[in-house]
Every structure is written in C-alpha cells, then in structure tokens.
C-alpha cells in the first residue's frame, strides 16, 4: 500500500486526484494539506510542515507559494516529493534542487503520461529528421483564460528536441516582424487560445514534399492527475535526487 498526503487536497486538481486514488486499492490518501476546510476520511493540515501522519510519499497540486512547508516536509520525514504545481521562480527551483539532494524529488511541466511519451517520441524524431533538412514547428491550444504563452508543456517538448540538436536551435515565437527565409536551425512555436480547450500539443516536422505530425490531445486535466499517482507510486522507496516522468514510464 503506497500512502499519500495530498497538498491541495481541497481544489480542483486535488478532487481529482483523490478519485484516482480510490480507483486503485493499492493506494491510499492518508492526510491533506490546504488552507481552505476540512476533509472527512483523512486529517487535513493547514500548513504541510504540521503533518505528522506517516506517509510513503507527498503529492503537491497546490501552488509555489507552500514550496516551502512541502519541502520541509519531506525533508524532516524523508518523504520523496511529487511536485505538480507550475510557476515557480528560479530561487525555487534552486531550493527543489537543494532538497533532492535528501530526498527524492520529481518535478515535471506536465504530469501527463501520454506528454512524456511524446517527449520521447520527438526527440528520436528530431535526431532523424533534422539533418535532413526537416522544419520543426509546434502548435499549442488551451482554453481562453490561460494567460501564460507557449505553455510549459510546449517548451518543455521543444527542449526535448533541442537536447538531442545539441542545443543549437533558436526558439521563434513570432515572425511577422520578420522579413526572410525560415532559417534551418529554429523551432517555430505558436500559441492558441479559445473556449474551454484543455490542452492540445501538435509537433510537425516539414521536410521536402512531405510532413509528420505527431499530437497530444487532453479531454480533461484528469490525465494529469492520473500521471502524478503514478509517479507518487514510482518514487515511493526511491532514493534522493531528481526524476522526471521520463523515468516513470521506461
């Protein structure tokens, strides 16, 4: 049995998460952390640094600013760390480091098994198609009240690609001020917004007289959730350092 405390226990995502979670009996929601109510079935805390129930791993789909309480969770009870929350600033990202030096810690742009497959996918298509002579663009579309553009999850399958170029492509979001040829070395990323789209990612390479497309299309924000149960059941007994969800699903 794989116990869980959930940090954002009572907002949408962490709803979600909690049905996951009954979905598989091999995993249980021990206690809660959320500034907001009261949860029947496991304790809830207001501040994560107050939990004194025993756990094999945290689940974090609150926000940046409790970083602080779950890492020093985690790190009095040596608890590993699955964080789901976004925006984080670059001193944060340092403390996330610091912490994986004494605990387990698994940190991604997106939770979504099917995302990090992806990743996967492109990158081997990238070390194929870019030298020769393949263009590589990215489309993205989220709902209408998504104020952040690219998305993590595009730059995230962008530096992907990238890592396999060695790093040597340049990354345009915006040609119209523009008056030339498309150079070889970029990858092209564009950003919708529209309606209640949830997410959908499309990477097209374009070579000479044909094209691939290769997409991702989330109908709900439950395969997020679902992406970080499994990574809590991963990185239950891991040892300290950094993971991502490439490493939970090979």
């Known amino acids: 049995m794989t116990r869980i405390i959930l940090c954002g226990c009572n907002g949408r995502m962490g709803h979600v998460v909690r049905g996951i979670v009954e979905e598989n009996e091999d995993m249980q929601i021990v206690a809660g952390v959320d500034i907001t109510g009261t949860e029947e079935g496991f304790p809830v805390f207001a501040n994560a640094e107050d939990c004194d129930v025993c756990a094999d791993a945290i689940i974090d789909f609150s926000s940046p600013k409790a970083l602080d309480g779950v890492l020093g969770l985690a ?3 040596g608890l590993p760390a699955v964080l789901c929350a976004t925006g984080y600033t670059k001193e944060q990202l340092e403390q996330i480091k610091e912490a994986s030096e004494k605990v387990a810690i698994l940190r ?4 979504s098994l099917g995302i990090n497959t992806m990743s996967k996918l492109i990158s081997e298509a990238a070390r194929i198609l870019a030298d020769n002579g393949y263009d590589i663009e990215i489309v993205e579309k989220h709902h209408n009240q998504k104020v952040d553009a690219p998305s ?20 345009v979001y915006d040609r119209s001020a523009r008056r030339e040829k498309r150079p070889r070395k970029e990858i092209g990323i564009s950003a919708v917004r529209g309606g209640t789209i949830v997410g959908e990612h499309e990477v097209i390479f374009a070579g000479l007289d044909e094209v691939i497309e290769i997409r991702h299309t989330a109908f709900s924000k439950a395969v997020f959730a679902k992406g970080a149960v499994s990574a809590a059941r991963f990185l239950a007994g891991k040892g300290p350092g950094m993971y991502g969800m490439g490493d939970v699903i090979e």
């Not at 991604?108 to 939770?111: D, F, I, T």
């Not at 993590?152 to 990354?171: F, K, S, V, W």
């Open 75 to 77: 790190v009095k009870e």
């Open 152 to 171: 993590g999850t595009a730059l995230l399958l962008a530096d992907a690609m990238n890592e396999q170029l060695d790093n040597e492509y340049e990354y």
């Open 108 to 111: 991604s742009a997106n939770m």
